[in-house]
């Protein structure tokens, strides 16, 4: 199969002849038709995610057709189309026993800890507890939209921020996460404040459900505060570093929520909290790693009503020659909307 790899971090990104994957006894291999590219792929390229040993080939967001069944599957045959979270449950432990697959202390992860969707075949294991079917009508590359950042703000928003309709959110950084938790918030009836540094993001933030665009070049939280009346009742750090996370907390009132949605990454892993805030303010403070695969009917079912669209964040389809000069375009912090590769 022709997939996409790199044999050091932050080298190049070539495309390859490697061998077809055979499915796991458990799993399936899925004939890709569209996957994402995305900041995390970024981060795995750079060497910043500890486990990754290259050759490696990324993608984690991504939609396919089953065309290989291992012999313990019992819910998938040949010719579904299906998605799958970008953290796979094992089935087997505490958390998976739980329903919190996105918490697994066996986690798969095509991309990060196996090889991942930048290819013409990915295979994935324990199909049955993680494949989901898409629903006739959702093409490819929505379903590879949802995949990653989309799925993430869904859950930040209705998981862990339990957002209402009426309450303010706020959501600083306005990438694709950032605008997914806009479209998302906004489609539940909740007043959304989009806080970013580029003046693009903001607009696209607006127009995307918005309510209010702070510029955070100054910083933000009292332009936070003030267009929400004293504070939000759920604010997201959608980008993750430390200044968003601290900005975050310090942009609710009390009683809010905060969501830690953007990872923290490098030198941010371990980043000052306002804890004094935390304690005055009676706050709560969640941390979000992407969703449950027993979420997915919901989002699925807003998706099919057409309640929320994730296409809108899609910018650009490109082929997989291109996918390495799309990752290190990643670098900066200019690009909106997120890119699917569509052809292989
Ligand atoms: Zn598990
Ligand atoms: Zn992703």
Same mark, same amino acid.
């Given at each position: ?46 060497? @910043? ?158 127009? $995307? ?26 604010? $997201? ?17 009390? @009683? ?6 953007? $990872? ?21 403070? @969640? ?24 296409? $809108? ?32």
């Amino acid at each position: 199969m022709r997939a996409a790899v790199f044999h050091k971090f932050a080298g190049p990104l070539t495309v390859a002849e490697l061998p077809d994957p055979a499915p796991p006894a458990d799993g399936v291999v899925l004939e890709v038709g569209a996957t994402g590219i995305c900041r995390s792929d970024w981060h795995a390229w750079q060497g @910043h995610d500890p486990g990754i040993e290259p050759p490696h080939v990324p993608g984690h967001e991504l939609a396919g057709t089953v065309v290989a069944v291992g012999p313990e599957v019992r819910r998938l045959a040949l010719g579904d189309r299906v998605t799958v979270p970008f953290c796979l449950g094992c089935g087997a432990c505490t958390s998976c026993l739980a329903g919190e697959t996105q918490v697994c202390d066996h986690d798969y992860q095509p991309g990060f800890t196996g090889p991942g969707s930048w290819a013409q075949f990915v295979a994935l294991p324990h199909a049955d507890l993680n494949a989901v079917a898409l629903p006739e009508g959702l093409d490819m590359v929505a379903a590879a939209a949802l995949g990653c950042r989309f799925m993430t703000a869904w859950a930040a928003v209705h998981v862990h921020g339990r957002v209402r309709a009426g309450e303010w959110v706020a959501v600083h950084g306005c990438g694709g996460v950032g605008l997914s938790a806009v479209i998302i918030a906004a489609a539940a009836g909740a007043r959304v404040v989009a806080v970013d540094i580029d003046r693009e993001k903001l607009g696209r933030a607006r127009r $995307l459900g918005a309510e209010a665009a702070v510029d955070a070049t100054a910083g933000g939280v009292g332009a936070v505060r003030e267009a929400t009346g004293g504070g939000a009742h759920v604010s $997201l750090d959608a980008l993750g570093s430390a200044a968003t996370a601290a900005a975050s907390v310090r942009s609710l009132r009390k @009683h809010g929520r905060h969501v830690q949605v953007g $990872l923290m990454l490098a030198g941010d892993r371990v980043a000052p909290v306002p804890m004094a805030r935390v304690i005055a303010f009676e706050l709560s403070l @969640h941390g979000v790693h992407g969703m449950a695969v027993r979420h997915y009917p919901e989002l699925l079912g807003a998706v099919a009503a057409g309640v929320v669209d994730p296409t $809108l964040l899609v910018g650009a389809t490109v082929g997989l020659d291109d996918a390495g000069a799309e990752l290190a375009a990643m670098g900066g912090f200019a690009r909106t909307g997120a890119t699917v590769i569509t052809s292989f």
